[in-house]
Nanobody
Framework: QVQLVESGGGSVQAGGSLRLSCAAS????????MAWFRQAAGKEREGVAGIHADGIRTIYSDSVKGRFTISQDNAKNTLSLQMTGLKPEDTAMYYCAIATSCAWWLPLRLDRYNLRGQGTQVTVSS
């Protein structure tokens, strides 16, 4: 059974850092294209970072480019999102997701990914 469990969220001040983790079970992260999405209150979910199954190709939304880094940890079978230079507008629930197929892992569209985790809340205060 495929499961994703996100963790690592919390409350930080602007400029701070957090590292989100997504523990995967039922599959190996190195075999799937994956991504992080977020949803702020009153807004639609948006893709912020994606990584191909090869662990090399990545993509970021313009809003997080240069501040966030997505990575796979094959030994721990987890997906991570290192977030630095956090801004109040980064406040959201963050979810990890699996692409339905690596054939169309881009762009980071919600209809191309399955979100199975409960999410982890990130709150950034000014």
């Amino acid at each position: 059974q495929v499961q994703l469990v996100e963790s690592g969220g919390g409350s930080v001040q602007a400029g701070g850092s957090l590292r989100l983790s997504c523990a995967a079970s039922g599959f190996t992260v190195s075999s799937r294209c994956m991504a992080w999405f977020r949803q702020a209150a009153g807004k639609e979910r948006e893709g912020v970072a994606g990584i191909h199954a090869d662990g090399i190709r990545t993509i970021y939304s313009d809003s997080v480019k240069g501040r966030f880094t997505i990575s796979q940890d094959n030994a721990k079978n987890t997906l991570s999102l290192q977030m630095t230079g956090l801004k109040p507008e980064d406040t959201a629930m963050y979810y990890c997701a699996i692409a339905t197929s690596c054939a169309w892992w881009l762009p980071l569209r919600l209809d191309r990914y399955n979100l199975r985790g409960q999410g982890t809340q990130v709150t950034v205060s000014s």
